[in-house]
Structure formats: C-alpha cells, structure tokens
C-alpha cells in the first residue's frame, strides 16, 4: 500500500517524469548502468526510483548541502555503504575539511562501483550530474573501463558544462557525448524561483539563528541573472535595501529598469552597517581586493552567502581562512588588525 501511494505522489508531482517512463515500459532500461550525481531531495530519490524501475543499475551520489552546524573536525564526510571499524561500531569513511574534495572521493567510488560490475557484455554507463565532477576521475580510472561504452553525460547545471569545457580544452576530446539542460526552457523558466527562494529562506533562517532578522538588511547582490534577479525581488519583498552589481550592461539596464540601485565596484562606505554579500554568479565574484575594501570599511561584520553549492563566489576568500599559514601569508590584504574566521553563534 505505502509502495501504491508513493507512486501515486510521483504521479502527482512529476506528472511528465510518470508519462515517460510509462511510455518506456518496464525494461526499458536494463543494459544502463546509471551514476546519479545530485542532491538529496525527495524528487531526485523518486526519480531514482523511475529509473530502477525501469531496469537500471543506479548508483546515487548524494551531494549534500553543508551542515547548518558542521560536526568538527570535518563538515563533509563520506561514508561507504556497509563499513564499519575494527568493533563493528561506526562506520568507517573519508572525512575532509573541503567540499569538494569529499565529493570527488564519492564520485571515484561511485565509478570504481560500476566500471567493475558484472555484465554479461559490455558495460553501458549514463552519467547525469549537477556539478561536472567526473571527468578527470573517469581518465584516471581508464584502466578499469575494460569493455565499458559511456553512453553519455546529462548536465544540469552551467558548472558542469564549464567543467567538461575546461577537460576538454586540457585534453583536446571527451570519448562520450556530453548534452546540457541547464539553459532548457523548463530550467529556465521555473527553476530559478525555485532555487532562489530556498535561498532566501535558508539565509532568513541563518538570520533567526543569529537571533537576527533578514528584513531590513543591506544587500550587495553579486549577478543579476536569472538566479539573481528572483533572489533580488525576494529580497525586496522582506524590505531589505538591495544593490547590484554585474559586468553585462543589458543586465545592467535590467536591474535599473527594474528599480534597483546598480554599482560598478565595492566601496568602503558600503560596509557601513554590516551587510549580507550574496553571490549568484557562480563563478568567482568577490575576491580579495574587494575583502580588502571591506577592512577599509567601518563594519567589523560581514556576512557572505552564496547561491551555489560549492561557494565557488568567495573561492578565493574561502581558500584564505582554510588554507595554510603560507597561503595566507602569500595573499595577506592588509597590514591591519588581525581578521578571524569565527563560527556562527548558534542557540544553545
């Protein structure tokens, strides 16, 4: 019965996921090894469901987002499926400090997993992915492939376009097709209202645990696309005073046409009363020389948020606090007071 419902909810809710896959018909599937690189949302885990019934292998790597409260020594961790120590008590896995890195180790699982399971006759593998993560491990792990054909790579997401861009400008070819649905209509029209209003709230609920409130706070809102521009209206829904920068001078136009106050550059009377830089470019959006404008600033708060999961708008910033000592001292900013990375303070 709870198997019944659930494919009634699915029905509901993914009406033109359903329709295929009925169309498809149990089987359809049956020779595809599946590695699903997302994040863990009730609509993805459905959708893996779809898939398995339609008689592929699926191999889910979950993408989490990071932890509200990150449990020291490392925020991400990834855990293989059945290990345990030497007691038999927790399981043993990879734990690092950086996203990204724990991701990769999970993907290079997940592909060791299906480029050694056993078919009669060639493996056929589909990768789908939001991120762009597999291309290097997959030439690293060639010598495993044996009799493997890659069927191909679904993209959902601009990162994972550049990421296959820049692997083939390093390496002159990709021996499978790669397609995109990150610029499709359905993408474009509905999602980014979606992921911007998650967002928000996420950035109201930081807010409540900082025993603060969004409204009214002074946003410097980094891009003004798609993504952008549904998290500025949002923003001035709350009553938040919001400012815009971007480097398009359509968007540009966009944005003034629409209301709201453009800037060119970061300035220091911008940080003037502790304001929230929200980057939605993802791509590199506040570097260093920016942070410096910050301490030149009277604030001694900042708040950064980024719209994207890997915070890839502050890499630089972000390689400054977790990086080593040398790092820090090759890309210091100023020779004033000493700048500290402190957690949040969180409710006891």
Request: charged share 20%; proline share 6%; aromatic share 8%.
């Given at each position: 019965?709870?198997?019944?419902?659930?494919?009634?909810?699915?029905?509901?809710?993914?009406?033109?996921?359903?329709?295929?896959?009925?169309?498809?018909?149990?089987?359809?599937?049956?020779?595809?090894?599946?590695?699903?690189?997302?994040?863990?949302?009730?609509?993805?885990?459905?959708?893996?469901?779809?898939?398995?019934?339609?008689?592929?292998?699926?191999?889910?790597?979950?993408?989490?987002?990071?932890?509200?409260?990150?449990?020291?020594?490392?925020?991400?961790?990834?855990?293989?499926?059945?290990?345990?120590?030497?007691?038999?008590?927790?399981?043993?896995?990879?734990?690092?400090?950086?996203?990204?890195?724990?991701?990769?180790?999970?993907?290079?699982?997940?592909?060791?997993?299906?480029?050694?399971?056993?078919?009669?006759?060639?493996?056929?593998?589909?990768?789908?992915?939001?991120?762009?993560?597999?291309?290097?491990?997959?030439?690293?792990?060639?010598?495993?492939?044996?009799?493997?054909?890659?069927?191909?790579t679904v993209e959902q997401t601009v990162a994972g376009i550049r990421a296959a861009r820049?692997?083939?400008?390093?390496?002159?070819?990709?021996?499978?097709?790669?397609?995109?649905?990150?610029?499709?209509?359905?993408?474009?029209?509905?999602?980014?209202?979606?992921?911007?209003?998650?967002?928000?709230?996420?950035?109201?609920?930081?807010?409540?645990?900082?025993?603060?409130?969004?409204?009214?706070?002074?946003?410097?809102?980094?891009?003004?696309?798609?993504?952008?521009?549904?998290?500025?209206?949002?923003?001035?829904?709350?009553?938040?005073?919001?400012?815009?920068?971007?480097?398009?001078?359509?968007?540009?136009?966009?944005?003034?046409?629409?209301?709201?106050?453009?800037?060119?550059?970061?300035?220091?009377?911008?940080?003037?009363?502790?304001?929230?830089?929200?980057?939605?470019?993802?791509?590199?959006?506040?570097?260093?020389?920016?942070?410096?404008?910050?301490?030149?600033?009277?604030?001694?708060?900042?708040?950064?948020?980024?719209?994207?999961?890997?915070?890839?708008?502050?890499?630089?910033?972000?390689?400054?606090?977790?990086?080593?000592?040398?790092?820090?001292?090759?890309?210091?900013?100023?020779?004033?007071?000493?700048?500290?990375?402190?957690?949040?303070?969180?409710?006891?």
């Amino acid at each position: 019965m709870a198997e019944l419902a659930r494919h009634m909810d699915i029905a509901q809710r993914m009406p033109v996921t359903a329709e295929l896959a009925r169309r498809m018909g149990p089987g359809a599937l049956d020779d595809l090894i599946i590695i699903h690189v997302n994040h863990l949302l009730m609509d993805i885990l459905d959708l893996n469901l779809v898939l398995t019934e339609l008689g592929a292998r699926v191999i889910y790597v979950p993408v989490i987002y990071s932890e509200n409260k990150p449990i020291p020594p490392a925020p991400y961790a990834v855990i293989r499926p059945g290990a345990q120590n030497g007691n038999g008590a927790a399981p043993q896995g990879f734990a690092s400090g950086r996203f990204s890195a724990a991701v990769n180790y999970a993907v290079r699982a997940a592909m060791e997993t299906a480029l050694t399971y056993p078919v009669d006759g060639p493996r056929r593998i589909l990768l789908i992915e939001d991120g762009g993560y597999h291309y290097d491990i997959q030439k690293e792990l060639d010598g495993l492939s044996g009799e493997t054909v890659f069927v191909g790579t679904v993209e959902q997401t601009v990162a994972g376009i550049r990421a296959a861009r820049a692997y083939l400008r390093q390496n002159g070819s990709i021996d499978h097709p790669v397609i995109s649905v990150a610029r499709s209509k359905a993408k474009m029209r509905f999602e980014n209202q979606f992921v911007a209003l998650r967002v928000i709230e996420e950035l109201a609920l930081l807010f409540y645990q900082l025993e603060e409130f969004l409204s009214l706070k002074d946003v410097l809102l980094v891009g003004y696309g798609i993504l952008g521009r549904a998290a500025a209206f949002l923003l001035r829904g709350r009553n938040c005073h919001v400012m815009v920068k971007d480097l398009d001078e359509v968007v540009i136009h966009a944005a003034e046409t629409e209301g709201f106050e453009v800037f060119e550059a970061f300035q220091p009377e911008m940080f003037d009363s502790a304001p929230i830089v929200l980057g939605m470019t993802g791509v590199p959006a506040f570097s260093m020389h920016d942070f410096a404008v910050f301490l030149a600033g009277p604030s001694p708060v900042l708040y950064l948020a980024s719209g994207s999961s890997k915070r890839v708008e502050f890499a630089d910033l972000i390689n400054y606090f977790e990086g080593d000592d040398g790092y820090r001292a090759s890309r210091s900013t100023s020779s004033g007071p000493t700048v500290t990375a402190c957690p949040p303070r969180w409710p006891t």
